[in-house]
């Protein structure tokens, strides 16, 4: 089944209920439906064929998912990017994918126009009000796309075409374009609509943005089983977003690691209740399992899935089960419905319980390679394999425990040290808000362990008292040669921890403060 099939159905069977709701409006799955149509429509008369690209720089919307869908409909391949990337980095990307449209607000198409001088050969949808100026560029508004009549032309198209681009973080080097076709998509949307158990009356907070690939798969499964969305943008004030979650009262929440950081210590959250909560998912990294146990103290009803996945596997990998969260902590769990296989392996050698391996995956979930890049592409996808880049262990019962990136792992001396380790020895120590561990070349030992602190507001720590923390919890080898206090990490606009840029301030040492 096309992706785009999953709004036409719910529009045909609940085209009254809510689909989203933001801020300043409420939309149903039978109008949004009608405006994905239209707006489809208005693409093919702006030359959109099967297969064009189309970049939409949007923060969560009615308009972006509008947009999103109707460009599948189209048969074009949507490239969704971040509503306020600098002009240079969209253009690295528009360089890299050549859209053929791009859809965003006034104030990015001026900034890509002031950049450059001059208009890309791409046609611009903006999204609010458009200047005589803009209109001279060849710009047209996103009202007027959806004054078109809804098109009834169906071209053919299949599962295996290419469905959208999502480019990674970028965390670890310049991002990539994952290409995922419907088929990978659709999998993986199933996959996570069984073992959540969503519904037609569930309805989720999304502060994650829409571009990212959890952020998709929260628009995706929802919309699946013709779901309520409640789109937030306010993050930076969360008890705006817990008022929000009280009032409307949702039952799920998606969040990363530091969205529950902050809930947890820089919002009233211990302090509200949420009846209706029911389901509490985290990805995007690790999440120290004391901070999972917190959450149980606020909302013990509701059931908490810790996930794992990759941009490159449409999203989800792996889940724990909300019933063992306390009996397989720090676990991201077995491989969910649909992944064909999640094995470790050592030198494709599978690994035994206890030792480490990379994590190595198929499945009709797995991308289809990285845009316009066969050789990087033909690093990770092996024989149908995803070779994910995450080193982990894996128990007995066949549960998988991530330790670190391939590309994180630390040579010091004659060992080889996950970062993981260390962050969460960090956090056992109530004034640290946030951890992040890194290498930096060292003479002697190759390598020597750097450690990034980051303390809740008003509290104050030591490096002394830390070392002696990590003393009681890790081996000598482990303990961090260095501390240095932030007042926050550097994160990429998914709030995932720069640690490249971390290494790059080890190098200048300026910015940095023991």
Not at 52 to 81: K, T
Not at 249 to 277: D, E, Q, W
Request: hydrophobic share 40%.
């Amino acid at each position: 089944m096309l992706i785009d099939r999953l709004l036409t159905l719910s529009a045909e069977r609940r085209p009254d209920a809510v689909a989203l709701v933001t801020a300043s409006s409420r939309i149903t799955y039978g109008e949004l439906h009608d405006k994905a149509s239209r707006f489809s429509a208005a693409l093919k008369e702006l030359g959109v064929r099967r297969g064009d690209r189309v970049a939409i720089a949007l923060e969560n919307s009615e308009e972006y998912m509008a947009a999103h869908f109707g460009v599948l409909l189209s048969g074009g391949v949507s490239v969704p990017v971040y509503q306020s990337l600098p002009s240079a980095s969209f253009n690295r990307i528009a360089a890299d994918c050549a859209p053929a449209v791009v859809i965003s607000r006034p104030q990015f198409f001026r900034g890509l126009t002031k950049a450059s001088g001059e208009k890309d050969k791409a046609r611009h949808i903006i999204a609010g009000p458009v200047s005589d100026l803009e209109k001279a560029w060849g710009a047209v508004s996103f009202a007027d796309c959806l004054s078109c009549s809804p098109s009834t032309d169906k071209e053919t198209r299949t599962q295996d075409d290419l469905a959208t681009i999502i480019y990674t973080s970028g965390t670890t080097g310049d991002p990539k374009g994952v290409m995922l076709s419907h088929r990978n998509l659709r999998a993986n949307t199933t996959s996570i609509v069984s073992y959540l158990g969503l519904t037609s009356e569930d309805s989720v907070m999304v502060v994650l943005p829409f571009y990212y690939s959890y952020g998709n798969s929260v628009m995706l499964s929802h919309v699946m089983q013709g779901a309520t969305l409640v789109a937030d943008n306010r993050f930076m004030y969360p008890n705006k977003v817990l008022e929000a979650i009280a009032a409307e009262k949702v039952t799920g929440f998606a969040g990363v690691p530091s969205t529950f950081a902050i809930l947890c210590h820089r919002s009233s959250f211990k302090n509200m209740s949420f009846p209706a909560l029911r389901y509490m998912t985290q990805a995007g990294g690790a999440m120290p399992h004391e901070m999972a146990f917190e959450l149980l103290k606020v909302v013990p009803h509701a059931k908490i899935y810790i996930m794992y996945g990759q941009t490159e596997a449409s999203a989800r990998l792996s889940y724990l089960p909300p019933e063992d969260i306390y009996k397989k902590s720090g676990s991201v769990g077995t491989a969910i419905a649909g992944v064909t296989r999640a094995e470790l392996t050592d030198d494709n050698r599978p690994v035994k319980p206890g030792e480490t391996g990379e994590i190595v995956a198929s499945g009709e979930n797995i991308m289809m390679g990285y845009w316009g890049k066969p050789a990087e592409t033909e690093t990770v996808l092996r024989d149908g394999k995803l070779h994910t880049g995450d080193m982990a262990t894996i128990d007995e019962d066949g549960y998988i425990y991530i330790m670190s990136r391939k590309t994180d792992i630390i040579k010091s001396g004659a060992h080889r040290i996950a970062p993981r380790e260390i962050e969460e020895a960090l956090l056992k120590d109530p004034n640290v808000f946030e951890a992040a561990v890194v290498g930096r070349p060292d003479s002697i030992l190759g390598e020597s362990i750097c450690a990034f602190v980051v303390l809740k507001d008003s509290q104050t720590s030591s490096a002394d008292g830390l070392l002696r923390v990590c003393r009681e919890n890790l081996p000598q080898y482990k303990i961090p040669k260095e501390i240095f206090f932030m007042k926050s990490l550097p994160k990429t606009e998914n709030m995932k921890i720069k640690k490249a840029d971390l290494k790059k301030i080890l190098q200048t040492s300026v910015e940095v403060k023991k």
